[in-house]
């Protein structure tokens, strides 16, 4: 199993523009999230989706949007990139909702807004 | 506010020494914490988790401690090595998806 993966790795936005980050997981996962990561600072959960056509906001939605329209794949759009969402974004999936269903993490898109 | 931190952000080692990393939480509906460590450039990784109605759990050369009454969680790396290098998290959660971090320890192995 490849896990969880995400591209790209590395992509430069102007402010105004618009981008998809990919995520796509093969474990067969219900629940996929995404995360950002600012410097020195831990990650806040941005959208997440329960199964294929069920999403929600998580703590930092603004700007953002998801869709789910299968089980393996979850992107994370920017409309109108801003400076503010400069960050590393991480795409995790796990199994179940229990808090011991392990989530599993990408290994990042690192995303500057200039 | 209810938060999950680190007592420190960076934390220097001689390999071969034993590592603790502590963490600092104040959510007390909490029941579920976990350890995870994110190498350069990669996602992070589950490392251990531990269970509110515990106090220590044991893995391979990793503990985790838990101590409910100061609202105090540490993670124990023994033996530490230079392939332990990394940032390390504390988490917790209220038994469901809903995971907050703390900011993270840079752990650094000196040779």
């Known amino acids: 199993n490849a896990g969880v993966t995400q591209t790209p790795k590395f992509r430069i936005l102007k402010i105004g523009q618009s981008m998809t980050l990919q995520c796509t997981q093969d474990?067969?996962?219900?629940?996929m999230y995404w995360y950002r990561q600012d410097p020195g600072m831990g990650l806040k959960l941005i959208y997440y989706s329960v199964g294929a056509g069920i999403t929600d906001k998580g703590e930092v939605p603004n700007g953002y949007n998801v869709s789910r329209s299968t089980t393996e794949d979850f992107p994370l759009r920017l409309e109108l990139a801003a400076p503010s969402q400069t960050s590393v974004y991480f795409c995790a999936s796990s199994y179940g909702a229990r808090s011991t269903d392990t989530q599993y993490f990408g290994p990042g898109t690192r995303l500057t807004v200039l | 506010g209810e938060s999950v931190g680190l007592h420190l952000p960076t934390l220097s080692v001689q390999e071969g020494d034993n590592s603790i990393i502590n963490c600092a939480y104040s959510n007390s509906a909490s029941d579920y914490f976990i350890w995870y460590k994110q190498e350069s450039g990669k996602g992070p990784q589950f490392i251990i988790d531990i269970r509110s109605n515990m106090d220590k759990r044991q893995g391979q050369r990793v503990t985790v401690l838990l101590n409910k009454t100061v609202k105090h969680l540490s993670l124990q790396i023994a033996a530490t090595q230079p392939g332990d290098s990394a940032v390390y998290f504390c988490a917790e959660n209220k038994n469901d998806y809903k995971l907050s971090f703390g900011a993270g320890t840079t752990v650094t192995v000196r040779a």
């Open positions: 474990m067969n996962h219900n629940y």
